[in-house]
T-cell receptor, first 118, second 112 residues
Framework: GAVVSQHPSWVICKSGTSVKIECRSL??????MFWYRQFPKKSLMLMAT?????????EQGVEKDKFLINHASLTLSTLTVTSAHPEDSSFYIC??????????????FGQGTRLTVV | QKEVEQDPGPLSVPEGAIVSLNCTYS??????FMWYRQYSRKGPELLMY????GNKEDGRFTAQVDKSSKYISLFIRDSQPSDSATYLC????????????FGSGTRLLVRP
């Protein structure tokens, strides 16, 4: 299947600093990528939809100025957590959808990034 | 009411048991139904997907969709310790946004 590579897999940062997470589609082009956040023992919460060459679409309640998304190419989307605070500590996962047929798409996920803000 | 409901478990079974995992949903527009497996500290990986109602089998895994009851199931036969993971159901409609709505995940533990 398609491969989505996410980097770094884990990061610890000081409160007030910014952290950038990269999501790459290694063997396919992804015009759309999705960023999720997952709390322990909770489901994936969609944060935003990243569109190549245009602004990201954020879900209700997600601060776009805090979670900056850039999708500069067909294989790379980045999520930057700005001025991070301890409550931003979480598991962040990116995903890209690949068409299996004209009606069905499959979502491939990155390995996830565990962010700890101290 | 959440769009997708899933019992968080944990579900503990002996090796070799048949496992039944379920989700219910409220949005009748959902057409695509998927099951993902997620190991600790890893991203989810797709196990199976089904379009509309019906059954689908792949090895030890069988996915069932009952749209009339808004109920989907994943069965695992001859469960193995390596099946121990969190299983997430996910579904989406036919709109072009391709947004997936996930259940909260069921943690499964298969005891040797």
């Amino acid at each position: 299947g398609a491969v989505v590579s996410q980097h770094p897999s884990w990061v610890i940062c000081k409160s007030g600093t910014s952290v950038k997470i990269e999501c790459r589609s290694l063997d396919f082009q992804a015009t759309t990528m999705f960023w999720y956040r997952q709390f322990p023992k909770k489901s994936l919460m969609l944060m935003a939809t990243s569109n190549e060459g245009s602004k990201a679409t954020y879900e209700q309640g997600v601060e776009k100025d805090k979670f900056l998304i850039n999708h500069a190419s067909l294989t790379l989307s980045t999520l930057t957590v700005t001025s991070a605070h301890p409550e931003d500590s979480s598991f962040y996962i990116c995903s890209a959808r690949v068409a299996l047929s004209h009606r069905v798409t499959e979502a491939f996920f990155g390995q996830g990034t565990r962010l700890t803000v101290v | 009411q959440k769009e997708v409901e899933q019992d968080p478990g944990p579900l503990s079974v002996p090796e070799g048991a048949i496992v039944s995992l379920n989700c219910t949903y409220s949005n009748s527009a959902f057409q695509y139904f998927m099951w993902y497996r997620q190991y600790s500290r890893k991203g989810p990986e797709l196990l199976m997907y089904t379009y509309s109602s019906g059954n689908k089998e792949d090895g030890r895994f069988t996915a069932q969709v009952d749209k009339s009851s808004k109920y989907i199931s994943l069965f695992i036969r001859d469960s193995q310790p390596s099946d121990s993971a969190t299983y997430l159901c996910a579904m989406s409609g036919m709109d072009s946004s391709y947004k997936l709505i996930f259940g909260s995940g069921t943690r499964l533990l298969v005891r040797p």
